[in-house]
């Protein structure tokens, strides 16, 4: 055996008899061990920084007296759930990285931290000045109110504020001052404004918002959207009128004016309200849930109260994607939706887990065609299928009359028991599809109150519904 004096390969450790590689054409220097991390150029090297936890990040600084530079400097992604300090010390060690750090702010995440007023009055103005990209405002307990540095943030892009107050000043916006000029991703949660000219300011002053969340927002009980960027749009309301009934004023009714690039309207959690009425949104692709606890639905000269129609017109043409929630889903209320959107070619029904004693039963015979039923539905979701006399009817108006049907799943709660199936396939007489093409599946389902288990504003996600 020759002896190799450079580094060992991982052949020469397996067996005796098995040759060595060939050396490398350009073979490495004798000082192979240098760091070869600290060769790469700046803008690399604090790229990768930023992208470490902060404590990690910060350790670094004592590699070498070249990596003692380059943290400062990095982009700042400071949470302050990473940081390896007891609750109480978390706002005296945010404001030190603030102050020490020279670079620009990527990200700031409060989680645990319970900053007093002027604590939060300066991270806000340090943060402006080194132009925040995405800014995290969860408070554990009490709620934040948020000072008038929060508008300075001029640079953000996205915001998460839960819990929160905003800012009185907000509301000169509607005069038309721009605040957050890159901002395209809002969420309020469990937020309050103190007037509803506050909320329609905020969001007047930010002209490149594409997706909005307003889930449980108190201090507006009437909102006109009128946006030219907006594409997606989620709304919630508490789950009972306490709040309500305590002063708090929420969002009863909600107007989508003019809203052109609109592609998904979701409402999500909804157990009551708020009423929508759709106005002008050409592209809209996506909507639901819709359901009982809506008062009032309004799709352009199309009407329904609590899911009755009152009107109805086929206007909405780019709705794709249509989902709604049911107490007690009819052949007669369905069918009603579905003539509202033509071209619709995947439809979500969801029943609930307690049917009103007191609930109408509706006998519907199919008169005029449905344009969506000959044409384009291809995709039906039964969510919290039992076998109940009228989910069964509206199963077999489904089978018999959508002709380009290709999926019809069953998401049932029970276990899907062989016998449980054998009678349910009988009772939909499945031999007498209009689509011969179409397939059923079924499949055990866990009921859930939570309408969305993605993130709903995400526009990235295909289907939100699909959970």
């Known amino acids: 055996m020759h002896l190799h004096n450079g ?48 404590p990690a990040a910060a350790r670094t600084q004592i590699l070498s007296r070249r990596w003692r530079r380059l943290w400062p400097s990095a982009p700042l992604h400071l949470l302050d759930s990473h940081l390896p300090v007891p609750t109480p010390s978390l706002p005296a060690a945010v404001s030190q ?16 931290a319970r900053p007093s007023a002027a604590d939060l009055d300066s991270w806000l103005r340090s943060l402006a000045a080194k132009h925040l990209q ?35 000043d907000a509301s000169a916006a509607t005069a038309g001052e721009v605040y957050f000029p890159h901002l395209a991703e809002l969420t309020l949660r469990l937020s309050r404004a103190p007037s509803a000219a506050t909320l329609r300011g905020l969001l007047a002053g930010c002209p490149e918002l594409a997706s909005l969340s307003l889930d449980r927002v108190f201090g507006c009980r009437t909102l006109c959207v009128r946006s030219r960027g907006l594409r997606s749009l ?19 009714h909600l107007v989508v004016e003019d809203a052109p690039a609109l592609e998904r309207l979701l409402a999500h959690d909804i157990n009551w309200g708020p009423s929508i009425n759709i106005v002008h949104a050409p592209r809209l692709q996506m909507l639901g849930y819709l359901g009982v606890g809506i008062p009032e639905l309004q799709l352009g000269s199309a009407l329904f109260r609590s899911m009755h129609a009152v009107r109805l017109a086929a206007e909405f043409r780019c709705v794709r994607t249509l989902a709604l929630e049911m107490a007690d889903p009819q052949v007669k209320h369905v069918a009603d939706f579905l003539q509202c959107f033509p071209c619709l070619e995947t ?21 005029d ?5 000959n044409y384009c539905l291809k995709t039906v979701v039964l969510k919290g299928y039992r076998g109940r006399k009228h989910e069964v009817q509206l199963a077999m108006f489904l089978v018999r009359c959508a002709r380009v049907l290709r999926v019809m799943k069953f998401l049932c709660e029970n276990d899907c028991n062989p016998s449980w199936l054998t009678n349910q396939k009988r009772r939909l007489l499945l031999d007498k599809r209009a689509s011969l093409g179409a397939q059923f599946v079924f499949q055990k389902f866990t009921k859930s109150y939570i309408r969305f288990l993605k993130k709903a504003s995400n526009i990235s996600l295909v289907d939100p519904f699909d959970t």
Do not use: K
């Open 7 to 54: 580094p060992l390969s991982p052949f020469s450790l397996s067996s005796p008899i098995m040759a060595l590689p060939p050396a490398p054409a350009n073979p490495i220097p004798a000082a192979a061990d240098t760091d070869q991390i600290s060769l790469l150029p700046d803008c690399i090297l604090t790229t990768i920084l930023s992208l470490l936890p902060l």
């Open 97 to 112: 990285i603030l102050a020490t750090h020279r670079g620009n702010a990527a990200r700031f995440d409060v989680l645990l």
């Open 134 to 168: 995405e800014l995290v405002l969860r408070p554990p307990d009490v709620p934040l109110r948020l000072p008038p540095s929060l508008l300075s943030c001029r640079s953000l892009r996205s915001a998460e504020l839960t819990n929160c107050r905003l800012p009185e």
């Open 234 to 252: 989620t709304v919630s309301v508490s789950l009972t009128r306490q709040r309500v009934l305590e002063g708090a004023e929420e969002l009863e």
């Open 347 to 367: 439809l979500y029904v969801t029943s609930h887990m307690v049917v009103p004693q007191s609930m109408e039963i509706l006998n519907y015979e199919m008169d």
């Open 369 to 373: 065609p449905i344009e969506c039923l």
